[in-house]
């Protein structure tokens, strides 16, 4: 998926690097993304949180901050031409909360997107946590070195490397398409 946080910032009154700051270097924000992510915060407390680091109104704030967020259209076709020729798909993502605001649903990426939705927030682990890698492979029915991991975090791909996973680290979308599409022989 792409984010926008530019946009957020401008659209809020921010300062360049404001939001992403208090996502990834504020004591507060971190601990509650980290919580949130696992379940033992709820999106209620991120928009607490997060809009108090911002001063913003929390109200609906991550619905607000994510409204520019887009799935990657070369990485949706990839994925549905894999479920089409038979492949198993899963979508294994660090969870924004699903409540009040499902981003998933919002996007088209909840319900038949792919075989298998795998969520921190609902296993109580995240990556690069190898725990949920092995959840995601066994609940696709398959050994870790016939799968293909995408994700766009570089810190997330070691573990699932080292079970035997092939990873691709997401930079372009146009490279990462053609990564894929040798993998998979296309």
């Not at 619905?63 to 994925?79: F, G, H, K, S, T």
């Not at 020729?85 to 649903?105: D, H, I, Q």
């Amino acid at each position: 998926m792409r984010a926008n946080g530019v946009g957020f910032e401008q659209e809020s009154g921010l300062e360049p690097g404001a939001y992403f700051a208090a996502l990834t270097e504020h004591p507060e924000g971190v601990h509650v993304y980290a919580e949130l992510e696992v379940g033992r915060a709820t999106q209620e407390d991120w928009n607490r949180v997060i809009g108090g680091i911002l001063g913003l109104d929390p109200t609906d704030l991550m619905r607000r901050a994510l409204a520019r967020l887009r799935p990657e259209p070369r990485i949706v076709e990839l994925v549905g031409r894999a479920r089409r020729e038979g492949m198993v798909t899963a979508m294994l993502s660090n969870s924004f909360g699903l409540t009040p605001f499902n981003v998933y649903k919002e996007l088209g990426m909840w319900e038949g997107f792919t075989d298998v939705v795998i969520l921190s927030e609902e296993e109580g682990v995240r990556k690069p946590s190898p725990e949920i890698y092995r959840r995601t492979v066994e609940r696709m029915g398959l050994a870790p070195e016939e799968c293909v991991f995408v994700d766009d975090h570089e810190r997330n791909l070691p573990p699932a490397e080292a079970m035997g996973i092939t990873c691709v680290h997401a930079t372009d979308a146009t490279l990462t398409e053609a990564r894929v599409r040798e993998l998979l022989n296309w």
